[in-house]
C-alpha cells in the first residue's frame, strides 16, 4: 500500500468538480481509475468512508477531512470526526482516561 495516493486523491477532491461528481456517479469505478493507482485495500476504506483507519495507516488527516467536506463516501463533517476519534479511542482513553 503506498497512502501517498489516498492523499493525492483527497487533495485532487478539493479542486476537481468533475472528480467530486465522478465519485459521486460511481465512487468504485473512479477509484480503480485513480492516478497514481489506490490499492485494494485503500480502494474497500475509502467506499467504507473509513478515514479513521486511513488515517492511522498513515494518510494525512487534513486531507481526509475533504472527504467529509464534500460529503464523498457517505461522510460529513460529524461523521467524520466520529470516525477519527473511535479510530484513536484506546490511545486516549490510555493517556487521558474515560474523561476525553
Request: aromatic share 6%; net charge negative; hydrophobic share 40%.
Amino acid at each position: 500500500m503506498s497512502i501517498y495516493a489516498v492523499d493525492k486523491l483527497c487533495r485532487r477532491v478539493v479542486h476537481d468538480a468533475e472528480l467530486r461528481q465522478s465519485l459521486e456517479r460511481s465512487p468504485e469505478a473512479t477509484l480503480r481509475a485513480a492516478e497514481p493507482a489506490l490499492s485494494d485495500e485503500e480502494v474497500r476504506l475509502l467506499l467504507a468512508g473509513d478515514v479513521g483507519r486511513l488515517s492511522r495507516l498513515g494518510a494525512n488527516s487534513f486531507l481526509l477531512h475533504q472527504l467529509g467536506r464534500f460529503g464523498l463516501f457517505g461522510l460529513d463533517l460529524p461523521t467524520h470526526g466520529e470516525r477519527m476519534r473511535a479510530e484513536y479511542a484506546e490511545e486516549r482513553n490510555a493517556r487521558w482516561g474515560e474523561r476525553a
